[in-house]
């Protein structure tokens, strides 16, 4: 088994795969339906020809740069396993500090019922983690993707939280009722300019939705939507927390400002690059309307 590793670690190396010995690993456990940590229980342990050809075709598409994750079946996010699929992002490290600052956002509000969009949910990853997180809310994941939509189905039933999450198909808030207004909105919205997606990781250029990544000439198309129309959807005291590229940051600022959004606060991911945005409505507005 420890060849193997070593035989497969140098060929990912080759390919120029990050962290080849541990991808190895991964790759291997995967075939033997073992955690990873084990495999230093069984080093001494051979392959039978069926596991050592397994194992050899995912090592092959590894090189070719298809996603890890794709390979497993499966990525974590906050803790949680999820599936995912060519018709999903796969989840970022970055995008847990964005469930995070919501979930703390929800702890404290103080309505009974809360109601919260994850706007281009993909996976569900967001969503699913605030419904598990936030027992006192409902979610509601909008995605223009039928295929993403029935991913995150998925993943909401394996973690026991489909009941609370609704699944709206529509390209943004039209997959909606007219009616309906949020305590938080979420979104990690395709912030990538259009002409810096070739210069991408194979993995992410070739296998991540194209959907999911172009935000368009300046990467800041869908936040341009999202200020112009969910002003009329957040509820007073209410939230709009965004992920955003880097760089980013001063132009969603003045983008924002420009539609009498209170801009609260930018905030960093677990990298210390500033990655979310917190905005808000108006003070005047939160007094006159109801909660």
């Known amino acids: 088994m420890l060849e193997v590793i070593q035989r497969s670690a140098a ?21 033997l339906g073992l955690p990873r940590l084990q495999l230093y229980l069984n080093f001494t342990r051979g392959l039978t020809d069926a596991e050592a050809d397994r194992v050899r075709q995912l090592v092959k598409r590894r090189g070719q740069r298809e996603p890890l994750q794709h390979l497993l079946g499966t990525a974590s996010f906050c803790g949680l396993e999820l599936k995912v699929n060519p018709h999903v992002l796969v989840p970022r490290p970055e995008t847990e500090a964005l469930a995070e600052h919501a979930w703390q956002f929800l702890a404290k509000r103080q309505a009974t019922a809360l109601e919260v969009l994850d706007f281009g949910t993909g996976s569900g990853c967001l969503a699913i983690t605030l419904a598990v997180r936030c027992p006192r809310a409902r979610l509601h994941a909008l995605d223009v993707s039928a295929e993403a939509l029935a991913t995150a189905r998925e993943n909401a039933a394996a973690h026991g939280v489909a009941e609370r999450i609704a699944f709206c198909l529509g390209d943004g808030f039209a997959g909606l009722t ?105 003070h005047e507005r939160r007094a006159t309307e109801a909660v």
Request: charged share 25%; glycine share 8%; proline share 8%.
């Open 11 to 31: 060929f990912l190396a080759q390919k120029g795969v990050e962290s080849p010995r541990l991808q190895a690993e991964w790759l291997l456990a995967r075939v």
């Open 178 to 282: 007219p009616e309906q207004t949020f305590d938080l909105i979420v979104a990690n919205p395709p912030y990538i300019p259009t002409a810096e997606i070739a210069a991408l990781m194979p993995e992410v250029r070739d296998h991540d939705p194209r959907v999911a990544l172009d935000g368009g000439p300046d990467g800041l198309a869908f936040y341009r939507r999202l200020a112009a129309t969910a002003r009329d959807r957040l509820r007073a005291g209410g939230r709009m927390m965004l992920e955003f590229g880097d760089g980013q940051a001063e132009p969603l600022r003045d983008l924002f400002g420009l539609h009498k959004w209170v801009v609260e606060r930018v905030e960093a991911d677990y990298t210390q690059r500033l990655r979310i945005l917190v905005v808000g409505l108006p």
